[in-house]
């Protein structure tokens, strides 16, 4: 494994009761890079990022980050490597301010997530650095405001700071454009532009405007196993790749030069 790959996976399998959901996946993440995980519904993408983050065991391959196997390793002890990953459905606080999300994702960095007895004064230590995260996501004029308050693209820009608190090596994003209009679409797609120039980003996305934008690799996946690799403009223009989208998929394949 070179020093420019990050992550990966050598014939990555997950199986449950006989149907194999992953098959013999061979990922190899650049350092640096935005590399995007796509494939038609079904195709095992989710699957594949609960194996990376060990919600789930693989049933045989190999997980390599950062030079170490990491195939056997908790959850806890990858995050703490610098994996961290961002959820499908928008995992912020509602009732608490902007700020104060932030701030629960850096106590937890520290190891002190627990202690919520402490007085509040003792936290505001933490306010310029939760502030400095903000305004990475251009949400530091909201820090007041409480998270349900916010829009559902300046939610998602939200739990990508929380996300950035855990001081990521590697940040996995779920889905981050999902459900949203274009004006956050294109917002949300700057950001990942933005926090990925100091860090790599591992993304499962179906919009493919925002793959073919801003993603240096794509990975396609159909059925668990990998069809194709490559840049957006050669993965587009795989035959196998256009089959496998098909209908409204394969025309929005096209749709995104």
């Not at 990966?8 to 995007?36: C, D, M, P, W, Y």
């Not at 789930?56 to 990491?70: M, Y």
């Amino acid at each position: 494994m070179t020093d420019a790959v990050i992550l990966e996976t050598r014939a990555l399998t997950k199986e449950f009761k006989g149907f194999v959901a992953v098959s013999q996946v061979n990922l190899k993440v650049q350092r640096g890079s935005i590399h995007a995980l796509i494939g038609p519904n079904g195709a095992g993408k989710t699957t594949c990022f609960n194996l990376l983050t060990k919600f789930l065991t693989p049933t045989s391959g190999q997980i390599l980050f950062d030079g170490h196997d990491i195939t056997a390793e908790t959850p806890a002890h990858i995050a703490r490597r610098g994996v961290i990953r961002s959820f499908q459905i928008s995992s912020v606080f509602p009732h608490l301010t902007v700020l104060e999300n932030v701030r629960v994702a850096l106590q937890r960095h520290l190891g002190s997530s627990f202690q919520f007895w402490r007085s509040e004064r003792s936290l505001d230590s933490l306010n310029d650095k939760a502030m400095a995260l903000l305004a990475q996501v251009d949400l530091d004029k909201y820090a007041a405001l409480t998270a349900v308050e916010l829009s559902y693209g300046r939610k998602r820009a939200l739990e990508i700071a929380t996300t950035l608190a855990m001081e990521p090596k590697l940040m996995l994003l779920d889905e981050p454009t999902q459900g949203m209009g274009l004006e956050d679409v294109d917002r949300i797609k700057q950001l990942i532009k933005k926090v990925a120039a100091s860090r790599t980003v591992l993304m499962v996305e179906h919009n493919m405007s925002v793959v073919a934008s801003i993603a240096d690799t794509i990975t396609v996946l159909q059925r668990g196993a990998t069809l194709a690799e490559g840049p957006y403009e050669q993965v587009s223009k795989n035959p196998a790749v256009i089959e496998a989208y098909m209908g409204s998929a394969n025309t929005e394949l096209k749709g995104a030069h």
